[in-house]
C-alpha cells in the first residue's frame, strides 16, 4: 500500500457513505470532552475541507450549512455562526480543488492552513462584533495542528478507494 | 458494481453555479445569526436540532465520565473513609448552630409576622447533573441533565453548596444550558455582607467578576463578601455569589475597580441545585408608575428648559 499521494495512482471511486460516516465520525470527534482541550483541531472543518476539495459534486455548502447548523447547537454558540464559516470554508476549498491536488501532500497542507484559519477568524470576528472577548492565541493553534494532521488525514480517508498495488494483468479489476 | 451505472456522468448536470449557491447560504446564515442574536426567536429550531444532537452528544461524553467513575471507584476505601471523618467532624462543629437554626426560624417567622412583614421565601428545587460544558470558547456556559421534562424553565438561578453558579438561560427537551455568574456581562445583583450595601456584579468572561458603577470612595474591602440582594424577581436574598479580590481606585476615574472571584465552584464538573422560580414580586406603587408614564420629573424644571431653549 503506498502511503501517499501520487497523481500516477487512479483510485477507485468514492462510496457515498464513507463520506457520510467521516462526517459523522468527526462531529462525533468534535462532540467528544477532548474538545476543550487546548490546540485541539475542528474535526467537522478540517474533514469537510477535506471532501470539499476532493469530491465536490457530493459535499458542498449545503453540507457545510447544515453541519455548521449541528456544530452551532452543539456548542451553544449563536446560530449561523459556524454555518457561515463553514459555507465559506467549503466555497474556496471547492474553487481551489482544481490547483490544489496538483501539488504534493505537504504542500496541500499548507494551502489548507489559510482555509482553516480563516474559518477560526470569520468565527472569531462575528463573535466580536457582537460584543464577545478575544479568546486568546491558543484558539489559533488548532488550525495548525489540523493542517499538520492533513497528510495523515488524507491517507485514512483515501483507504477505501486505494487499489492494490501489484496487480494481475489478467484480472485488472 | 459502481462503474456500471446506465445513466450518463453528470458532466453537465451541475445545480446552481458555486456563487449563487455562495451567496444564498452566506445571507441565509447571516440572517439565522442576526434573528438568533437580536431576537431570539429561532429557540424552537435549536430546540428541534438539539433533539437530534443531544444523545449523540450524551454518548461521546460517555468515555470521559466512565474514567472519571473508575479513578473514583479506585480512589478506594481510604478516602471515603477520610471524607466521612471529616464531614462527621464538620457536622458536629455546625451543630450547635444547625440545632437552633430550626428555633430561629420560627422565631424569624413569627417575629416578621408580628411586623407584618412579608415572610421569606424558602429555596426549594432540584438537583441536576452537569453533563459537560459547552464547546464556545467565547462564552462559560454547562449544560446539565434536566429540562423541559422535569418543569425547568428559563431564568431558575442554579447553585452549588457553596454558593451561586448562574442561571439557567436556554432549555431543551432534556437538557438545559446554564450560563454560570463568570460569563461575560451576566449580571448579579448582589449586597455587601459587612455594609450591607446594594450593587450588581458583572462577570468577565475570564473567570473573575467586577463590582462595577461603585464610587471610588465606596466602602469596599478586600475580602467582603457579596450576597445575593434579591432586588430581582429572579435570585432569594442572601446566597454567597463573590469575594472581594482586588481594589484598584485610581482617583482620575468617578468609579473604582473592584474585582471578585466566585465563591462557588463554577468552574468545577458536579451537581448543581436548579433552584425553583421565585414568586412574582408584588407590582411596582402606582404613583411611581403614572410619574414614569408622564415623561417629565418636576414640574418646576420645565420653565428652566424653556427659557434655555430660547437664550439659544
Known amino acids: 500500500m503506498q502511503p501517499t499521494f501520487s497523481s500516477s495512482r487512479i483510485l477507485l471511486p468514492v462510496r457515498p457513505w464513507f463520506i457520510y460516516l467521516s462526517l459523522i465520525v468527526a462531529l462525533l470527534l468534535n462532540f467528544l470532552p477532548t474538545a476543550h482541550w487546548p490546540g485541539m483541531p475542528d474535526w467537522v472543518a478540517l474533514v469537510l475541507c477535506f471532501w470539499s476539495v476532493r469530491e465536490f459534486r457530493r459535499v458542498g455548502m449545503g453540507w457545510a450549512f447544515i453541519l455548521g447548523l449541528l456544530m452551532d447547537v452543539a456548542d451553544g454558540a449563536v446560530l449561523g455562526q459556524h454555518c457561515f464559516a463553514y459555507v465559506l470554508l467549503a466555497f474556496a476549498s471547492t474553487s481551489l480543488s482544481r490547483r490544489l491536488l496538483w501539488f504534493p501532500l505537504p504542500q496541500q497542507a499548507l494551502q489548507v492552513l489559510p482555509l482553516l484559519l480563516l474559518t477560526q477568524v470569520v468565527q472569531m470576528l462575528m463573535r466580536l462584533a457582537v460584543g464577545a472577548d478575544f479568546p486568546g492565541w491558543g484558539y489559533f493553534v488548532g488550525p495548525l495542528i489540523a493542517s499538520l494532521l492533513w497528510v495523515p488525514l488524507t491517507f485514512v480517508l483515501l483507504l477505501p478507494q486505494y487499489q492494490p498495488v501489484e496487480q494481475n494483468p489478467d484480472r485488472p479489476i | ?312
Open chain 2, 1 to 312: 458494481m459502481a462503474g456500471f451505472d446506465h445513466a450518463p456522468p453528470p458532466f453537465f448536470k451541475r445545480g446552481p453555479a458555486p456563487l449563487a449557491l455562495l451567496t444564498f447560504y452566506t445571507l441565509l446564515s447571516l440572517a439565522v445569526f442576526v434573528v438568533d442574536l437580536r431576537f431570539r426567536s429561532l429557540d424552537l429550531l435549536r430546540q428541534s436540532v438539539a433533539l437530534v444532537v443531544d444523545p449523540v452528544q450524551r454518548v461521546a461524553q460517555t468515555p470521559g465520565s466512565l474514567v472519571d467513575y473508575a479513578r473514583n471507584y479506585l480512589e478506594g476505601i481510604r478516602s471515603l473513609q477520610l471524607d466521612n471523618d471529616e464531614l462527621r467532624h464538620a457536622k458536629l462543629s455546625t451543630a450547635p448552630n444547625l440545632l437552633r437554626l430550626e428555633q430561629l426560624e420560627a422565631e424569624n417567622d413569627r417575629l416578621r409576622k408580628l411586623l407584618v412583614v412579608k415572610e421569606r421565601e424558602n429555596a426549594k428545587g432540584q438537583v441536576a447533573q452537569i453533563l459537560y460544558t459547552a464547546r464556545d470558547p467565547f462564552s462559560r456556559k454547562v449544560i446539565v441533565d434536566k429540562g423541559q421534562q422535569s418543569g425547568v424553565v428559563a431564568g431558575q438561578p442554579a447553585i452549588d453548596e457553596a454558593g451561586v453558579v448562574g442561571q439557567v438561560t436556554r432549555v431543551f427537551p432534556f437538557s438545559a444550558e446554564i450560563t454560570l455568574i463568570s460569563d461575560k456581562d451576566q449580571a448579579v445583583p448582589v449586597q455587601i455582607v459587612r455594609s450591607g450595601q446594594r450593587s450588581v456584579v458583572f462577570g468577565l468572561g475570564n473567570g473573575q467578576m467586577e463590582l462595577r458603577y461603585m464610587p471610588a470612595n465606596a466602602d469596599v474591602q478586600v475580602g467582603d463578601v457579596l450576597v445575593t440582594s434579591g432586588l430581582d424577581s429572579v435570585y432569594l436574598q442572601g446566597f454567597p455569589v463573590a469575594r472581594v479580590v482586588n481594589i484598584e481606585r485610581d482617583s482620575a476615574y468617578s468609579f473604582a475597580r473592584i474585582f471578585a472571584a466566585p465563591i462557588a465552584g463554577v468552574e468545577n464538573f458536579g451537581e448543581v441545585m436548579i433552584l425553583d422560580p421565585r414568586q412574582p414580586l408584588p407590582p411596582p406603587p402606582p404613583e411611581a408608575k403614572s410619574r414614569g408614564s408622564d415623561g417629565s420629573d418636576k414640574p418646576g424644571l420645565r420653565p428652566k428648559k424653556k427659557r434655555a431653549a430660547k437664550g439659544n
